[in-house]
């Protein structure tokens, strides 16, 4: 097994772009995987009005109650008579080249589309007081979609909301969110680049599944009490996340700035991983493999950066080659969790170039943890728990300045706390020896070096203080040996 693990980014089947120019558009920028997002322009002027009732729900298709007859794709219908009600979009046929709905000097307007597709072409609004409602029935699903230049901006005070049976509520254009996104339809589906520095909600029992170019958080507040699964580009630039982590089933997870949890499944990681945050490769049956950083540029981590396995499952972050891998900073952590048992089948790959620095950590509480790499340098505390072991090869190079934190003792079942090098260049470590005794003492190996350490530990330290050890070095191990209290 030589522990390389690659990952494929998908291009999604069923993803749409409009004819003519987007509205939004997302673009690659550098390694250090930069978003530039460009606005949907503004809705054109308006060249049918609601007339009609002020109160209750009304037909969309109700000739009377517009100013120039039903609309149809080439106008422009504006919602935003005062006053609190609902235009109802039922049957098929119904579209316009764009809409604006809300905006009135007083109570709330709402467009509903149910049970329908309604089509556009051009820059769509939602100003203040107006709500773009997306309702699914029983037997068909609702959707806003788009061409040429489509696309709906929320503005602060905008609602976008969904709600309905198990069929799907579809946001089929670009979408810009400054104001209110509520979903709570059991299933949604965007297929459209996306922004997102409002409110935006998913509701318990409700699923969101986004498939288009890009999803990007860059302010406000992301809550998921259902589901949130990303199919393409996520990228979390700003603002909080709360309630269940996004989950990142495949494509990229661009990290910079904001709090929150996040899961990737099969997926490049790339950015910073900001203090406040956790980003879990949480591994599903067969493998879970994660692309860490790219050729130029790799991940930092400020916050928590977790590798964890289930039963029958392999967790990995890999590089290619010498990429740069991953950089535990001051306050970061770097983990590897989960049952393990190689033979199995169920194992943790830490396949990247590691950097702790000083104030990071590196925590091993798998039992079946393997780094197969380049480099795995130490400034800051390498700690393996008393469930965790180690496994170093491909012939990587062990540098510590820092601490190295192994565990024994009678709570402690072998080879667990413990460290193995197979095929390594060198493994050379000058900083502290820290010693964790779970239960009563207990001595034997606890680094197993192949072909030496090239450095004695210049400290020693002991956790309860009061159990302290002999270190012995041998040709091949760092071995302990109790000391009589």
Known sequence: MNGKFRTTIRN???????????????????????????????????????????????????????????????????????????????????????????????????????????????????????????????????EISGSGTAGVTIAAGGKLSSAGTANTAGIEVPLVSNGTVTLAAASNNDGYATTDKGTFTVASGATFTFSGTGFTHSGGKLTVHGAFNGENTFTQSGGTEAGNPVAQHAGTFVDSAGTGSFTAYQATIEGTIPAGQ?????????????????????????????????????????????????????????????????????????????????????????????????????????????????????NCAVTSTGTIGVTVGSKVTAPGGTIDTTNISNFTATGTLAVHTAGTKGGGAVITTRSGLDAAFSKLSFTPPTDTYTVTYTPTQVELTPVAS
């Open 12 to 142: 999604m089947s069923g993803f749409r772009w409009p004819a003519a120019a987007l509205a939004v558009a997302v673009a690659f920028m550098g390694s250090a995987g930069a978003v530039a997002v460009a606005v949907p322009a503004a809705a054109a002027a308006c060249t049918d009005n609601w007339v009609g009732p002020a109160s209750g729900t009304s037909s969309w298709a109700t000739g009377a109650d517009w100013s120039a007859g039903i609309p149809n794709g080439t106008s422009v219908a504006c919602i935003k008579k005062a006053g609190t009600y609902t235009v109802a979009i039922t049957t098929q046929g119904g579209a316009a080249a764009a809409v604006v709905v809300g905006g009135a000097a007083s109570g709330t307007q709402t467009l509903r589309i149910e049970g329908v597709n309604f089509p556009t072409s051009q820059p769509s609004q939602v100003l203040k007081g107006g709500v773009l409602s997306i309702t699914p029935t029983s037997s068909a699903s609702a």
């Open 278 to 394: 956790k980003v879990t490769n949480l591994a599903s049956p067969g493998n879970s493999n994660d692309t860490i950083g790219t050729a130029s540029a790799g991940v930092t981590v400020d916050g928590t950066l977790t590798c964890q396995t289930a039963n029958s499952t392999i967790c990995s972050f890999s590089t290619n080659g010498n990429w740069p891998g991953i950089t535990v900073a001051r306050g970061g952590t770097l983990s590897a969790t989960g049952p393990g048992d190689a033979a199995a089948g169920t194992y943790i790959n830490l396949d990247a170039n590691i950097d702790v620095k000083a104030g990071g950590k590196l925590t091993i509480a798998n039992p079946a943890t393997m780094v197969n790499t380049y480099t795995l340098a130490n400034s800051g505390t390498w700690q393996v728990t008393a469930t965790g072991n180690i496994t170093i090869g491909g």
